[in-house]
């Protein structure tokens, strides 16, 4: 029994394997198309991870007697709907997240997840503040849903442009989805903001190899064959944990 279980599990013993932006595509492709995951499944999946992560990160008990408040910013794509689902596990977990979402994407998946949250009574923003010390007076940290790999910095525009420099001056903690918004997948950071959380996803991106703050992957559902396939070397998860500090 426990032979068969081990035959099963890919290799570790090489170093974790960090995704360029086409093989991450191809990844999410895989799981859509030959392993019948579905899109709305995968968020789900990634958002609650991501919740679980910014506890991990951020204990309510650390943050004493403040409100646990959490600003959600989230993007026009599939990041920023990871971005609501984290906020309404955030809200089961007992934080209190508000959520910007500039652009509400018309795609139908989207669409449920933001009645999800307004069902939920999470309340939405009309607009972010330009003056900083609002947002340092009014939450204890940032999530970064606004930009995933999907999304080319080059092109990004309005409003993301002017959100991420208005986040890149904020006091408080920021927690990152998948890559920091603003940075290249394959690159360095220029333009995007310094979180001091990170939560990959499926398995980090290249940018983040040198990445210095605290990162968390969230791997664990990949099939056995898909791991091996792309010789992803996950690391080992404690338990029944869905993800793991690196």
């Not at 081990?6 to 198309?33: C, D, M, N, Q």
């Not at 992560?53 to 989230?74: D, E, H, M, Y």
């Not at 904020?170 to 394959?186: F, T």
């Not at 333009?191 to 939560?199: A, F, K, M, Q, S």
Request: net charge negative; charged share 20%; aromatic share 8%.
């Amino acid at each position: 029994m426990n032979q068969g279980h081990t035959e099963a599990e890919p290799e570790s013993s090489e170093p974790l394997r960090y995704l360029s932006k086409v093989e991450a595509a191809a990844i999410e492709t895989e799981l859509l198309k030959d392993y019948r995951f579905g899109q709305q499944q995968l968020i789900e999946i990634w958002g609650h991870a991501c919740a679980i992560g910014i506890a991990k990160a951020f204990p309510l008990r650390s943050l004493g007697k403040r409100q646990p408040t959490v600003l959600v910013v989230c993007g026009p794509d599939q990041n920023g709907c990871i971005g609501l689902v984290c906020a309404r596990h955030l809200r089961m977990f007992e934080y209190e997240p508000t959520i910007f979402y500039p652009k509400r994407s018309p795609h139908t998946v989207h669409q449920d997840f933001t009645v999800q949250c307004e069902k939920m009574d999470i309340p939405f923003l009309s607009y972010l503040p330009t003056e900083v010390q609002l947002i340092n007076d009014a939450y204890n940290l940032v999530v970064d849903a606004i930009l995933g790999p999907e999304t080319d910095p080059a092109d990004m525009r309005e409003p993301y442009a002017g959100i991420l420099l208005t986040l890149k001056q904020v006091k408080i903690p920021i927690a990152s989805l998948d890559m920091p918004s603003g940075w290249h997948v394959e690159g360095n950071n220029t333009e995007g903001i310094n979180p001091d959380v990170l939560i990959s996803l499926m398995a980090p991106k290249k940018c983040a190899a040198s990445f210095p703050g605290k990162h968390f992957l969230a791997g664990r559902f990949l099939p056995f064959d898909l791991q091996r396939k792309y010789e992803l070397n996950l690391p080992e998860y404690s338990g029944t944990d869905c993800l793991v500090e690196l």
